[in-house]
């Protein structure tokens, strides 16, 4: 009765211990893309299927190829094993809601992990239950301000106090100086372009 009892609870212990963990809309600290997103991560003891929510432009494709990885937080690298609801290499078109889900499954992850990054697209993915996205301070970090105060010092001109300045629209040249708030040295870029619109009143 001893042995079997014994047994039993070995059995429910081993069972409780690789217990599949679903979590949905992971928290994550930033990323680089606008048009993939996680929408659940299953981890069990045989392998981990990240959900993968496409939102793109209706009738265009997305791809996904062997290379796809995840990286753990403790360096490890685990590449892609497989695919559900698409072929590795094929054009995936989205449907007339721009919106396609598709399943890639990884080798089995330890509990000791808390967070991974996907493919060098989205860094900081939370796997505990019920994290919440952490936001980012408002204010202007220290060293930022005082890269920013000394570039100033620089200007041969008067800066202007803000873009209502009646001196904006001028036949000299301009230097904007300031920091994209959010960014990660992460996601990897140096430069990029900058869009903006002004409405001038005639």
């Given at each position: 009765?001893?042995?079997?009892?014994?047994?039993?609870?070995?059995?429910?212990?081993?069972?409780?211990?690789?217990?599949?963990?679903?979590?949905?809309?992971?928290?994550?600290?930033?990323?680089?893309?606008?048009?993939?997103?996680?929408?659940?991560?299953?981890?069990?003891k045989d392998a981990t299927r990240i959900h993968i929510h496409n939102k793109f432009i209706p009738n265009w494709w997305v791809m996904f190829e062997k290379?796809?990885?995840?990286?753990?937080?403790?360096?490890?690298?685990?590449?892609?094993?497989?695919?559900?609801?698409?072929?590795?290499?094929?054009?995936?078109?989205?449907?007339?809601?721009?919106?396609?889900?598709?399943?890639?499954?990884?080798?089995?992850?330890?509990?000791?992990?808390?967070?991974?990054?996907?493919?060098?697209?989205?860094?900081g993915i939370s796997l505990v239950k019920g994290a919440v996205k952490n936001k980012k301070s408002q204010e202007i970090p220290e060293h930022v301000s005082k890269w920013i105060d000394n570039e100033l010092k620089k200007a041969t001109n008067k800066p202007l106090a803000n873009l209502d300045s009646k001196e904006f629209f001028n036949k000299s040249t301009g230097r904007l100086i300031g920091y994209i708030k959010g960014y990660d040295t992460r996601l990897g870029f140096k430069t990029g372009i900058m869009y903006t619109t002004i409405d001038v009143f005639v």
């Open positions: 009765m001893k042995k079997t009892t014994i047994i039993i609870l070995l059995v429910l212990l081993g069972s409780r211990a690789f217990a599949q963990r679903i979590i949905e809309n992971p928290a994550f600290e930033v990323s680089n893309s606008g048009i993939t997103h996680i929408s659940k991560i299953e981890l069990n290379d796809v990885f995840i990286q753990l937080d403790n360096n490890i690298k685990l590449n892609v094993v497989d695919i559900e609801g698409a072929k590795f290499g094929d054009k995936i078109w989205m449907p007339e809601s721009g919106e396609k889900t598709i399943v890639l499954i990884f080798p089995p992850i330890s509990e000791e992990v808390k967070k991974i990054d996907y493919n060098n697209t989205i860094f």
